[in-house]
T-cell receptor, first 114, second 113 residues
């Protein structure tokens, strides 16, 4: 099976712009989660989507939003970018049920805000 | 709430040395425990997991035992290689809750030839 894929792998934006990141989960995985990874804060949970509905949400401002499509692919959007949004954004998918405790991560999108 | 504490790095070892990375956790239920590894420029990969007390997870020469009495899940490897250089994350997932994992801060391992 193909793993979790994320596009693009690298992005450079300027303050005030918006950005959309894309994630395709492993086939059969209906849950997709997004994380922000920075040297200072480590791995922080953004949100989780399941069957096109946001099921869990971390402690991030409303500038961070997401959605999931009927094929389980997910997008994450950040509006009005700030310098502090520079980070590695990781997407992870998982099964539901008994094996649902394991997250499978994509390679990440490296966002740099100038 | 749930939390994971792991030893701060970097951990610097010579090739073939013994590795231990300590991890302790706090959880209200009976979580599953994980070690993930992140190589430079990549996302996290599952290294091993254990789902109940006294279970031992193992993979690629790495091992960790779920110790409920000490709330620990220490990662060990008998002989590290240069290719093991990476960041290692301990995590827990509450199987009775949201399944959203709680991660430790990560421990950087540097192995010298």
């Amino acid at each position: 099976k193909a793993g979790v894929t994320q596009t693009p792998r690298y992005l450079i934006k300027t303050r005030g712009q918006q950005v959309t990141l894309s994630c395709s989960p492993i086939s059969g995985h209906r849950s997709v989660s997004w994380y922000q990874q920075t040297p200072g804060q480590g791995l922080q949970f953004l949100f989780e989507y399941f069957s096109e509905t946001q099921r869990n949400k971390g402690n991030f401002p409303g500038r961070f939003s997401g959605r999931q499509f009927s094929n389980s692919r997910s997008e994450m959007n950040v509006s009005t970018l700030e310098l502090g949004d520079s980070a590695l954004y990781l997407c992870a998918s998982r099964l539901t049920g008994a094996e649902g405790d394991t997250q499978y991560f994509g390679p990440g999108t490296r966002l740099t805000v100038l | 709430g749930n939390s994971v504490t792991q030893m701060e790095g970097p951990v610097t070892l010579s090739e073939e040395a013994f590795l231990t990375i300590n991890c302790t956790y706090t959880a209200t239920g009976y979580p599953s425990l994980f070690w993930y590894v992140q190589y430079p420029g990549e996302g996290l990969q599952l290294l091993l997991k254990a789902t109940k007390a006294d279970d031992k997870g193992s993979n690629k020469g790495f091992e960790a035992t779920y110790r409920k009495e000490t709330t620990s899940f220490h990662l060990e490897k008998g002989s590290v290689q240069v290719s093991d250089s990476a960041v290692y994350f301990c995590a827990l997932s509450d199987r009775g809750g949201s399944y959203i994992p709680t991660f430790g801060r990560g421990t950087s391992l540097i192995v010298h030839p």
